[in-house]
């Protein structure tokens, strides 16, 4: 089985997320259900949500604070990485996602590539 990496994009506030505390745990029984059923299988790896704070570092520099956002302001909210036979399962259980109840949101599937072992 190839391991999968699935990346949550979300759009977001100047400052934050869109979404308040309550928003999101109003939709973590979505989470848990969509989730479970991927875990059920055999096939999570592991999960989790992004905080908004962050680094990033070039050759030139650390800037602190803010994520990297797209033109639109869409940024990566979260994670997670399976196990499937193919990137068209994964594609069938991403199009169920609870990300994609807003608006310029997506799923980004990436096949992950093993390091050699010997």
Request: proline share 7%.
């Amino acid at each position: 089985m190839t391991e999968f990496l699935l990346l949550f994009r979300n759009a977001s506030a100047q400052n934050g997320y869109l979404a308040t505390a309550q928003d999101m745990a109003a939709e973590m029984p979505h989470w848990q259900s969509w989730i479970g059923n991927i875990a059920m299988q055999g096939k999570l790896v592991t999960t989790a949500p992004i905080r908004y704070e962050a680094s990033i570092v070039n050759n030139e520099q650390v800037i602190s604070g803010h994520p990297h956002k797209e033109d639109n302001s869409v940024l990566v909210s979260g994670f997670l990485i399976c196990k499937a036979e193919t990137i068209a399962e994964v594609e069938q259980w991403s199009k169920t996602c609870p990300i994609l109840k807003y608006p310029n949101s997506s799923v980004e599937i990436r096949p992950l590539v093993p390091f050699p072992t010997n």
